[in-house]
């Protein structure tokens, strides 16, 4: 059994890393008057929602745009991830080992140095300022998180189900669909989540790739937010806080997918 002072040092610890998230709430209930008391306060006595009234009217279209570039994202990312991770676990074609590499290389080149590469790139191809760039931008950042976990997913399912497939006349494209899909779920459910929560937080894709759109996601729209409103920390807050929330909700929802084993029940003993 644990000791009193293992689960006191862990709650105290809970304390200290969730308070940003409880004094950003406390601020986005605080009456612009008392924002500057002294000493603050630090529970909403006098609680209002003007904040979250400013942040829904003036806000709600870039947390809508995040919301598509996010789907957007997802949806990109597995059509690519998916069948090279099935590919390299399964079919084994020459230089897998190298392509591996590439990709762990790829995870370790900085965001910013991709962005600058990007921004060339788009100017080219009239890119700028959409919302198709930044989702092609933000999927580069997950495919090859998503490449390396579906192929270390797939590389335990038994090979005697796909044997078993191709002798039923099953082509490689139905024991895809067919057998592989539906065991990679919790896979699947990972890589979405991850894919989702990197283009919901980008801002280094959307100050750059961006900047003078008149249609801009959530982040960039906090960060002209904060330029122009330095005053209704609020409304900042709870816009902090609104965009917070589906990513919180995910990560609830998705937690026993995340943890679950991908070949559970798939052969019986």
Do not use: C
Not at 57 to 74: D, H, M, Y
């Amino acid at each position: 059994m644990r000791t009193w002072w293992k689960t006191a040092l862990g709650i105290v610890l809970v304390a200290v890393m969730l308070f940003p998230v409880y004094w950003m709430v406390n601020v986005s209930l605080t009456r612009t008057s008392d924002m500057r008391a002294d000493p603050p306060h630090w529970f909403p006595w006098n609680p209002t929602f003007e904040g979250y009234a400013a942040a829904f009217g003036q806000q709600l279209p870039a947390l809508a745009t995040s919301l598509f570039i996010g789907l957007g994202t997802v949806v990109l990312t597995l059509a690519v991830s998916l069948p090279a991770g099935y590919a390299l676990a399964k079919l084994r074609p020459r230089g897998g080992r190298a392509i591996d590499f590439l990709l762990l290389v790829a995870q370790m080149i900085p965001a910013v140095v991709m962005a600058m590469g990007f921004y060339a790139i788009y100017i080219r191809l009239g890119l700028l300022n959409t919302v198709p760039g930044l989702i092609v931008a933000d999927s580069t950042l997950a495919v090859p998180f998503g490449v390396l976990l579906f192929r270390a997913f797939m590389a335990g399912i038994p090979g005697e189900l796909l044997s078993a497939a191709q002798i039923d006349g099953a082509t490689t494209w139905r024991t895809f669909r067919s057998i592989i899909l539906p065991l990679s779920r919790n896979s699947v459910i990972t890589v979405s989540l991850f894919t989702f929560l990197w283009a919901w937080s980008d801002f280094i894709f959307a100050s750059t790739l961006n900047r003078n759109s008149d249609v801009i996601p959530i982040t960039l729209g906090i960060f002209r937010y904060i330029g122009n409103n330095t005053t209704q920390w609020n409304s900042i807050m709870a816009t902090a806080v609104i965009a917070s929330i589906p990513a919180a909700f995910l990560l609830i929802l998705a937690q026993r997918y995340i943890s679950a084993g991908v070949t559970a029940g798939a052969v019986k003993d």
